[in-house]
């Protein structure tokens, strides 16, 4: 294909340049003519549900696999034909952790830095660094496979910023983590972004995408079916989510029954969210919210919080594919979102 | 992060001095130091792993034990000695097995990599596709000789006589050399196969004919025609042959040294390009 200088990248701009990628495996259309931009410094989230097309993305940007069609240019270099100098820029955190778990943390590290053409006392000091960094300094000795989920991520995140990559590519990076953990690794990615890496970061996970990415493109089937910024796709679907929260917790249940059984709620139904004790309605307008409100007070309900919300990304995602995201959904979202758009 | 419709235009830090040519091909020098950095991985695996020198351990004892008090007294009697004539016969033979045993488990340690994410970063890092190929094949050849040394020093205590000290390094040389041929075989399978398991059924599968169909442990005269059609171009039969001739006297060395030299081109022409090949390939 083409070299750097008939590159399509406006310098100094776009970090990752993508145009009418596609990749067939056999029937399925992995990638179907996608096109993206990542500009530097800047985190771009790519949201889509299992099977969307993520993953080959990154393979085929991590020069893994080779597209049937479509060009990719990375940090200036063509993923067809500069794989060597390619290499040399990007960091790959995969959606299994790979780093070898009979190694320690240690160990690791140091053996990619010299991997990486580091000398030895580069690759050691660096890879202390980066225990440093990531909180594993206590754990550099200990074989990987004794790391719990989130160290090993931790450690498998350090080991693609041995090489001071100019794209980081993290594939799904919490998937399969508890909550708590999955802090420790937004946190990480976090400071990563803010020392200005450039990321692509794939995920399936709405929150994730609104906690990391200032820029967002949602695939499905392989095909892009939305891109913006955050705020900018949120406002498209409009609507508002409004978050009741008794005083007493134990009428959670009663308080959602009754509003559907005013019929103030719409097409949409209250729903109950015991983890936060609260009660969930869209609301279409401020006449809406006032009339839920002043129903509530009427029939006696003690309130602690009311608070309105714009959409989450879940929401938005419904509205733009018409199906569920990911995988546990309540039902009535769905006619939540379909009210709402 | 709402600023963030501006590009940011602070450029990234630039990385430290790396080594590879403007085209980014990767010159001989990086090369080694890449495989020497992927062998030291292998080598801390058996560190931290002991277990995983069994095979090359106690396989040269347990066979040697085996086939020279089981076998040695019947197959010498019939040879025209006793068992001490079999130890003769035998020990060469067993070099020729030690190769492609320890050959095998190449395989199923090099298919374990492909179900852990870990090749995929080899593969995504600016390094040599053949270094990490190449790293488990040193590897594989140390415990080749280390198998091979313990084989030797039981042959001793069972009372095999070394007659020529330059033959039995020519020996070991050559062994060695079809080994790590017979490895790119196993490359392959590791690289091909779903799992470790069937690698290593696959392996066996292959190796058994070869091991026994051959003159490894027996004079192949008594074996029917057909048989010993098969055996005089078996490997197994040419490295055995030749590994005695080598190392004892009154065999013939040629005709296996041939067979064996042929072998170890052939499938290291033909098996390590294709092990490269789908190496890079495998998505």
């Known amino acids: 294909m083409t070299r750097s200088d008939k590159n399509p990248t406006p310098r100094g701009q776009s970090a990752v340049t993508v145009r009418g990628l596609v990749k067939h495996y056999g029937e399925t259309k992995a990638l179907d003519g996608v096109d993206l931009d990542v500009r530097e410094g800047t985190v771009l989230g790519v949201l889509g549900p299992n099977g969307a097309g993520k993953t080959t993305l990154v393979r085929i940007l991590s020069t893994l696999i080779q597209p049937d069609a479509g060009t990719a240019y990375v940090a200036g270099y063509d993923v067809l034909t500069q794989p060597r100098q390619l290499r040399r820029k990007i960091g790959l955190t995969g959606q299994y952790a790979s780093v070898d778990e009979k190694l320690s943390g240690f160990e690791n590290l140091y053996m990619i830095g010299r991997l990486l053409d580091l000398s030895k006392a580069d690759s050691k000091k660096r890879a202390n660094e980066l225990l440093e960094r990531f909180s594993l300094t206590e754990a550099a000795k200990r074989t990987a496979g004794t790391y719990s989920g989130g160290m090993r991520r931790r450690l498998d995140l350090a080991a693609s910023m041995i090489g001071r990559p100019a794209v980081l590519y993290l594939d799904e990076p919490t998937t399969g983590l508890d909550p708590r953990t999955r802090n420790e690794v937004w946190d990480e990615v976090k400071s990563m972004r803010d020392d200005g890496v450039t990321v692509l970061l794939t995920t399936q996970y709405m929150e994730e995408a609104e906690q990391l990415a200032s820029a967002l493109t949602v695939i499905d089937r392989g095909r892009i079916i939305a891109e913006g910024q955050i705020a900018e796709l949120k406002a498209k679907v409009g609507g508002r989510t409004l978050r009741i929260r008794p005083?007493?917790?134990l009428q959670l249940r009663t308080m959602a029954a009754d509003l559907d059984a005013s019929g103030l709620t719409g097409l949409a139904t209250a729903t109950v969210d015991t983890e936060t004790g609260t009660v969930i309605v869209p609301v279409q307008s401020d006449e809406q919210l006032t009339a839920i409100v002043g129903h509530l007070a009427a029939a006696g309900f003690a309130l602690a919080?009311?608070?309105?919300?714009l959409p989450s990304l879940d929401e938005?995602?419904?509205?733009?594919?018409?199906?569920?995201?990911s995988a546990p959904q309540d039902a009535p979202a769905r006619e939540l979102e379909e009210a709402a758009v | 992060m709402s600023t963030a419709t501006l590009p940011q235009q602070t450029p990234v830090e630039q990385p430290p001095l790396l080594n590879g040519e403007a085209d980014g091909r990767i010159g001989l020098r990086a090369n080694l130091r890449h495989t020497g950095a992927l062998i030291r991985r292998n080598l801390l695996w058996i560190k931290k792993d002991p277990e995983s020198m069994f095979d090359a351990l106690l396989m040269p004892v347990v066979f040697t034990l085996l086939f020279v008090y089981v076998f040695g007294g019947s197959i010498g009697k019939a040879m025209g000695g006793g068992q001490d004539a079999y130890v003769q016969y035998v020990i060469p033979g067993m070099l020729a097995?030690?190769?492609?045993?320890?050959?095998?488990?190449?395989?199923?340690?090099?298919?374990?990599?492909?179900?852990?994410?870990?090749?995929?970063r080899f593969r995504s890092l600016p390094i040599g596709r053949g270094s990490?190929?190449?790293?488990?094949?040193?590897?594989?050849?140390?415990?080749?000789l280390i198998a091979i040394a313990v084989l030797m020093l039981v042959a001793v205590l069972v009372?095999?006589?070394?007659?020529?000290?330059?033959?039995?390094?020519?020996a070991v040389g050559l062994s060695v050399l079809f080994g790590s041929a017979v490895m790119w075989i196993f490359l392959v399978l590791g690289v091909t196969l779903k799992s470790p398991q069937s690698v290593q059924a696959l392996g066996f599968l292959v190796m058994m004919p070869l091991q026994f169909g051959s003159s490894i442990f027996t004079p192949t005269q008594n074996m029917p025609g057909w048989l010993q059609n098969f055996t005089e171009y078996n490997p197994m039969s040419g490295l055995a042959d030749a590994a005695r001739g080598l190392m004892t006297t009154g065999h013939p060395v040629a005709h296996g040294l041939w067979v064996t030299l042929a072998w170890t081109v052939g499938l290291t022409v033909v098996m390590a390009p294709y092990a490269v090949y789908k190496f890079a390939k495998k998505s």
């Open chain 1, 316 to 325: 938005v995602f419904l509205s733009l594919t018409g199906q569920k995201a």
């Open chain 2, 132 to 144: 990490v190929l190449f790293a488990k094949i040193s590897v594989e050849i140390m415990r080749q």
């Open chain 1, 305 to 309: 919080d009311i608070a309105t919300e």
């Open chain 1, 247 to 249: 005083a007493d917790p």
């Open chain 2, 159 to 170: 009372g095999f006589d070394i007659e020529s000290w330059p033959g039995l390094f020519a």
């Open chain 2, 97 to 120: 097995m030690m190769s492609m045993s320890i050959a095998q488990a190449v395989g199923t340690g090099f298919n374990e990599d492909f179900h852990k994410g870990i090749m995929d």
